[in-house]
């Protein structure tokens, strides 16, 4: 069964054999089970089976019914299950129930994303967000959660004289949180630092979003392939949550405009609300981005699915009203490629034949560095550099001399609207 170490990593592979479990409400769950069944192949578990009951709502107590409990025990019995794991996030009551009439651990959807993140995550900052999340999790289970607690890592401290052990156990857990989110706090202020570094140098953001193993990192790869950069490519594997932690790389074009790209965490549906609040810093870059590219698996039969899902994550994260190009990505995978009807922010792309990367890049250059704008700007007398680069470079249409400095009408594109912000007037 999986183990983890003090970093919350896997270090056993012995392998869980699993029974999923799903309520239907009024909506087809069945892609949400096929979904939860990858899950679950990436966190190295063997599902055996599954079972879907249809209910108005789940029982509070024991989220399937009392038949349904029963008949799923006799399943575990007969199949030799040694875990099940439920489609939907559980309370620890109902948790602690299932376990007692199950005999076997049981985790919900939450819990396994959870130990995926725990043990994909590799950076310092990524480990800690996936522990802000897991004691988020921890916290209002306290008092339900049995067996299931202590796969989360256990060991949350020791009981004091006269203490009730639920009592420290929360007091423990609230003060790792504190101390997670100073630690965090630092990782932010380096971020910070970054970006503006970025914006000093006038670099156009370019941000990769979209659902898990659409492809984000094989596109990113494919570009620094074709810059002859390939000591520079990231991890690229056909997995869920493959990477974590957010890569940045530098991408010059052949007219030699250049911008920043940032592959980051893939979304997935149900994706729990403590991860994204976890993961919010990181995904910072998303809101900060100048272009977000949406990459969507065009050979997934829902890939409308998907794309409602990503766009729910982007507009929770204030990143919604982002301009966005929307790639349908491994076009080179559907017998008869045709692309759906998403408008002039849509091309088709495949990372594997190169199909549709030149129009890609032409369509970034022209959202980053096509779409002027004129505005009215004031360069003071000490920065004579800066007039003479928008008379070469740029054409003012309005050009006079006041006594605080050299006022210009101009038409500017994204990239020197970056660099020129501090002196717009409107």
């Given at each position: ?8 990593r ?40 599954q ?26 019995r ?11 996030e ?22 396994l ?14 480990k ?15 008092t ?20 009730k ?18 630690e ?13 570094r ?21 596109i990113?790869n ?18 869920l949550?493959a ?9 010059t074009?052949?007219?030699r ?15 729990p ?22 990459v ?82 004031l ?48």
């Amino acid at each position: 069964m999986l183990q983890f170490d003090a970093d919350n990593r896997v270090i056993s592979t012995e392998e869980y054999r699993a029974i999923l479990v799903g309520v239907q409400f009024s909506e087809d769950i069945s892609y949400s089970m096929e979904e939860l069944a990858g899950l679950s192949a990436a966190a190295g578990i063997h599902v055996l089976g599954q079972m879907v009951q249809n209910l108005d709502k789940s029982h509070p107590r024991t989220y399937v019914g009392k038949g349904k409990l029963e008949e799923l025990a006799e399943l575990c019995r007969t199949m030799e299950a040694d875990l099940v794991i439920v489609n939907d996030e559980l309370t620890g009551i109902q948790l602690r129930n299932m376990e007692e009439v199950l005999s076997v651990s049981v985790i919900d959807r939450t819990l396994l994303i959870l130990d995926i993140f725990a043990a994909r995550a590799t950076s310092k900052e990524g480990k800690l967000q996936v522990e802000m999340a897991q004691q988020q999790y921890r916290m209002p289970r306290l008092t339900g959660l049995g067996k299931s607690l202590s796969r989360l890592g256990g060991g949350i401290g020791t009981r004091g004289p006269g203490e009730k052990k639920l009592e420290t156990d929360r007091r423990h857990i609230q003060k790792r949180i504190d101390e997670i989110r100073r630690e965090m706090e630092e990782y932010r202020g380096h971020r910070k630092t970054q970006r503006a570094r970025s914006e000093r140098s006038d670099l156009p953001i370019v941000a990769l979003v979209g659902y898990t193993n659409s492809g984000k990192s094989s596109i990113m790869n494919r570009m620094l392939v074709m810059e002859d950069r390939q000591d520079k490519q990231v991890l690229e594997k056909d997995m869920l949550f493959a990477t974590l932690d957010a890569s940045r790389r530098l991408i010059t074009m052949e007219d030699r405009h250049r911008f920043l790209l940032i592959d980051t965490v893939g979304f997935v549906s149900k994706l729990p609300h403590t991860l994204v609040k976890a993961f919010r810093s990181t995904l910072e870059e998303v809101v900060e981005a100048d272009l977000l590219l949406h990459v969507v698996d065009a050979s997934f039969p829902e890939a409308d699915f998907h794309i409602d899902v990503t766009n729910k994550v982007l507009r929770e994260l204030g990143a919604g009203d982002k301009t966005k190009l929307l790639l349908f990505n491994k076009i080179d995978l559907m017998s008869e490629p045709s692309l759906p009807a998403y408008g002039k922010n849509a091309l088709a792309i495949s990372t594997k034949t190169g199909q549709g990367y030149d129009e890609l890049l032409t369509r970034i250059k022209e959202l980053l560095f096509g779409d002027s704008t004129e505005v009215d700007v004031l360069i003071p007398y000490s920065r004579g550099d800066l007039v003479s680069y928008l008379c070469t470079q740029a054409q003012p249409r309005v050009l006079t001399h006041r006594e605080d400095g050299t006022f210009l009408t101009v038409a500017l594109d994204l990239a020197d609207r970056k660099r020129f912000e501090e002196f717009i007037l409107s």
